[in-house]
Nanobody, 123 residues
Framework: QVQLTESGGGLVQAGDSLRLSCAAS????????MGWFRQAPGKEREFVAV????????YYADSVKGRFTISRDNAKNTVYLQTDRLKPEDTAVYYC????????????????WGQGTQVTVSS
């Protein structure tokens, strides 16, 4: 069992940065694949980024590639999403999620989810 708690969201202006954090409880965090997803009002949840258990492999959605960076600190049971050069279209609730064996973009394959943190980017 993994419990996830996101933090770090807020209201920023276009071009600003935010660092989102996802704190995990449970012994299996260090072996879990972690992903970030987001959901804007009226839209479906979409994949943002994923990182494997030791941080050696990452993958990003095209819409955030080069602007967002996913990382993890297994000693702190935390995964991060550094969001730079934010755009108004990045406005969404951001969720972290965990899975044991699936490294990919399909949200249905993730087993555990946090409650989300709101990111709002004004123009």
């Amino acid at each position: 069992q993994v419990q996830l708690t996101e933090s770090g969201g807020g209201l920023v202006q276009a071009g600003d940065s935010l660092r989102l954090s996802c704190a995990a409880s449970g012994r299996s965090f260090g072996s879990s694949i972690m992903g970030w997803f987001r959901q804007a009002p009226g839209k479906e949840r979409e994949f943002v980024a994923v990182i494997n258990w030791n941080g050696g492999n990452t993958y990003y959605a095209d819409s955030v590639k080069g602007r967002f960076t996913i990382s993890r600190d297994n000693a702190k049971n935390t995964v991060y999403l550094q969001t730079d050069r934010l755009k108004p279209e990045d406005t969404a609730v951001y969720y972290c999620a965990a899975t044991r064996t699936y490294f990919g973009t399909d949200s249905r394959r993730y087993d555990y989810w946090g409650q989300g943190t709101q990111v709002t980017v004004s123009s």
